[in-house]
């Protein structure tokens, strides 16, 4: 009968691939830490600020007129962050840094400061690394708190934001980040860069994602990173980007600590 057959390889084809589907779902599920991540847009949160909210509040970039994007990176300070600090000078640029503690912000302190005293955002990518949905609540207040304070000592001001490693979170990480004063901050663009220390990809990958009210994620840890810097900035700066910090985004709003944005 190979009507009959092929009816029945068929019907085993699509519930091989409903199960391959569902299994794929079921991974997606697992590696976000929750069934459903509520994120909030940079223009929502400006938006919701009211058309009354004035620039001169929150600087010379209105982001409700201009076509902002925001340069951020992880895991630092690192031995590659100097030359990425002059880069940013040298063109005026600032970035938001999701900084690292052990063996990173108690490593190099001068460069927290550094960070802090020339304009750019200083934030919290946890204490070790830890996957935060992975830990037990006391595990993620001693992976937020104890950077929040090294770095309030260092720069006189205590982070607002905080990036969770691999953007792995879940309602636990929302309630204390909210009782300890942090939002939750994603990305939009990201090349990848811990898979590749070939810069002209890394630059490829950026420029082909980018797109207004993009949030860049990148790491002056690789080697590969700082010296596609340059030429990113060079190419939106081109197309008539205008960098800002994650909180000058989403001004004249605010980011509210225990929720996340992308």
């Known amino acids: 009968m190979p009507s009959l057959t092929r009816k029945m390889t068929k019907t085993g084809t699509r519930l091989r691939g409903a199960a391959i589907l ?9 590696l976000s830490g929750c069934t459903k ?6 223009s929502s949160v400006r938006g919701a600020a009211g058309a009354q909210a004035r620039a001169a509040a929150f600087g010379t970039v209105d982001c409700r007129r201009a076509k902002c994007i925001a340069l951020t990176f992880d895991a630092g300070p690192s031995e590659n962050s100097a030359r990425l600090l002059d880069i ?3 063109r005026q640029v600032p970035a938001t840094f999701f900084l690292l503690g052990k063996r990173h912000i108690d ?12 304009g750019h955002e200083v934030a919290s990518h946890t204490w070790t690394h830890k996957i935060l949905t992975d830990a037990e609540p006391d595990e993620i207040r001693e992976e937020l708190e104890r950077p929040n304070k090294e770095i309030e000592r260092l720069t006189g001001r205590r982070p607002t934001l905080m990036r969770p490693p691999q953007g ?28 590749t220390n070939d810069s002209d990809l890394i630059t490829e990958r950026v420029l082909d994602q980018s797109s207004r009210d993009g949030i860049i994620l990148l790491h002056d840890i690789y ?32 980011a509210e600590p225990g929720k996340v944005y992308r």
Do not use: C, N
């Open 88 to 90: 940013l000078k040298e």
């Open 107 to 118: 490593t190099y302190p001068e460069l927290v400061r550094r960070m802090a005293d020339e």
């Open 168 to 195: 792995r979170t879940d309602d636990t990480v929302h309630e204390i980040s909210r009782e300890l004063g942090l939002a939750e901050v994603l990305w939009s663009v990201t090349a990848k860069d811990y898979k």
């Open 22 to 30: 569902a299994a794929a779902a079921s991974l997606t599920l697992a």
């Open 223 to 254: 080697d590969g990173t700082v010296p596609a810097v340059p030429g990113i900035i060079d190419a939106l700066k081109a197309r008539g980007y205008v960098f800002v910090t994650v909180p000058q985004l989403l001004a004249p709003g605010k």
């Open 37 to 42: 991540l509520e994120t909030t847009s940079p």
